[in-house]
């Protein structure tokens, strides 16, 4: 059974940085296109952002743009998300997702795996 395992969440203080991961059993991260969501309490999900499979393109929400960068390790088959400037309003439970990849992308989704979620909580 493919599992993805998303980690390094913690609670951090206004302006602090959290460095998320992305690894995954029984499938080579390195050939599916990955994205990261989180939500909330009280909301629905939200997509945050994404990289294709070749390490080229990225996307991101505008609420991140500027303070999060995605990135992938092919070495160890891993996405990574940097999360600076935090805000309270970042604070939520953060998945990876990952679909295979295709000629096609579509950064914000649908995804086939999911993570069970790792929460970032940023204090004020």
């Known amino acids: 059974q493919v599992q993805l395992e998303d980690a390094g969440g913690g609670l951090v203080q206004t302006g602090g940085s959290l460095r998320l991961s992305c690894a995954a059993s029984r499938l080579t991260l390195n050939n599916y296109n990955v994205g990261w969501f989180r939500q909330a309490p009280g909301k629905e999900r939200e997509f945050v952002a994404a990289i294709r499979w070749t390490g080229g393109n990225t996307y991101y929400a505008d609420s991140v743009k500027g303070r999060f960068t995605i990135s992938r390790d092919y070495a160890k088959n891993t996405v990574s998300l940097q999360m600076n400037s935090l805000n309270p309003e970042d604070t939520a439970v953060y998945y990876c997702?990952?679909?295979?990849?295709?000629?096609?992308?579509?950064?914000?989704?649908?995804?086939?795996?999911w993570g069970q979620g790792t929460q970032v909580t940023v204090s004020s």
């Open positions: 997702a990952a679909k295979y990849s295709t000629s096609a992308w579509f950064p914000e989704g649908p995804y086939d795996y």
